[in-house]
């Protein structure tokens, strides 16, 4: 069974950093598309960032314009963890962050919720201005 399990999360004043964890288990997920989207109240579920797997060793990575420059998402495979540095936070990025990943298939983008298989239960990060 596919585990997703954020932390990292809090409240932080704008201009501070945090950097949000996703501990996979169930499966070996080196191949696999991972991805941060978030959710803010009353808006739809937006894409922040994944890195998807390029062959050998080659990962892409992939972000929302406004978040380039400050969030840098990573991995390490062999802990089955993926990261989101999040530096210079502002009060817009407040939100619920989930973590997802999917197997690579043809039509698969990274920015569509449909290309992923599996979700965490999501991570608060509010940033008060």
């Known amino acids: 069974q596919v585990q997703l399990v954020e932390s990292g999360g809090g409240l932080v004043q704008a201009g501070d950093s945090l950097r949000l964890s996703c501990a996979a288990s169930g499966r070996t997920f080196s191949s696999y598309r991972m991805g941060w989207f978030r959710q803010a109240p009353g808006k739809e579920r937006e894409f922040v960032a994944a890195?998807?797997?390029?062959?050998?060793?080659?990962?892409?990575?992939d972000y929302v314009d406004s978040v380039k420059g400050r969030f840098t998402i990573s991995r390490d495979n062999a802990k089955n963890t993926v990261y989101l540095q999040m530096n210079s936070l502002k009060p817009e990025d407040t939100a619920v962050y989930y973590c997802t990943t999917g197997a690579p298939r043809t039509g698969a983008t990274n920015r569509t919720p449909g290309s992923y298989d599996y979700w965490g239960q999501g991570t608060q990060v509010t940033v008060s201005s």
């Open positions: 890195i998807r797997w390029g062959g050998g060793s080659v990962y892409y990575a």
